[in-house]
């Protein structure tokens, strides 16, 4: 098992195991150029912040969550996410990374685990989290979220 501890820039370790694999991410931001920056894998799941206030801030990049839905990635919205969870594959990471420019210029730290355990219990987590499932209308670029009780519009520009 590994057990590490990556700063002040975690962004190599964590970019070295995303592409390689089916993921399971949780993020609050996007930036632009995250979709390069998190090279997420078809059938991948990822949940995140896409809502009116977040996209507005430049929190989010909707231009970004567009090409990760064009890939095959599932997207969710999780208003209130705050938490930074990676399961890339068999690899575990948690830590203050978003998928930003920022980020990536910032100090942040996260640790790294191939624990099993930890894994399925992160896995968990994030599905946990997947209540608004959001779509895309084409061509006007209209994102739809979808939950089990409501459907709900969003025009982003893009």
Sequence with gaps: ???KFHAPHPWPQ???YTSK???WVAVPFLGKGSAIDLPM???SVLVTRFNR??????QVNPSEVLKLINRGVQVYNYSSLHAKVYV???RLF???PNVSKTSQGLSEACIETTDLGLINDAKFFIKELCGDLITVELPNHQFHFINRKTVFSLEAQI
Excluded: D
């Design 1 to 3: 098992m590994i057990l």
């Design 14 to 16: 964590i970019k070295k």
């Design 21 to 23: 694999q089916k993921s």
């Design 41 to 43: 894998t078809k059938g």
């Design 53 to 58: 206030e977040s996209i507005k801030a430049g």
């Design 88 to 90: 890339l594959g068999r």
């Design 94 to 96: 948690v830590g203050s």
